[in-house]
């Protein structure tokens, strides 16, 4: 089992940043991918940005990128989400996720942690 928990959600002004870490327990999470996953009121979840920690690629949803940067410390069992030039639509709540490397499941998720952005 791996625990997940999210910090550093808040509220942000347009153009502003935030950065959300994730810290895991239960197992090394070097064995496993990250992922950050968000939900607006009314909305289906929709992927924002994955990472292996095995290696430097990252994967980004086109509505975040250039803009939101994703990183994992294996040693550490953190993980974290840096949003830059934050949007109106950027406005959800931020889940992170757990996966074993090379299974398209994510078999663990946190609580979440609530990102509001005001115009």
């Known amino acids: 089992q791996v625990q997940l928990v999210e910090s550093g959600g808040g509220s942000a002004q347009t153009g502003g940043s935030l950065r959300l870490s994730c810290t895991a327990s239960?197992?090394?999470?070097?064995?496993?991918?990250m992922g950050w996953f968000r939900q607006a009121p009314g909305k289906g979840r929709e992927f924002v940005a994955s990472?292996?920690?095995?290696?430097?690629?990252?994967d980004y949803a086109d509505s975040v990128k250039g803009r939101f940067a994703i990183s994992m410390d294996g040693a550490s069992n953190t993980g974290s989400l840096q949003m830059n030039n934050l949007k109106p639509e950027d406005t959800a709540v931020y889940y992170c996720?757990?996966?074993?490397?090379?299974?398209?499941?994510?078999?663990?998720r946190g609580q979440g942690t609530q990102v509001t952005v005001s115009s």
């Open positions: 996720s757990a996966g074993r490397v090379g299974s398209p499941i994510w078999d663990y």
């Open positions: 239960g197992r090394p999470f070097s064995r496993f991918r």
């Open positions: 990472i292996t920690w095995s290696d430097t690629n990252a």
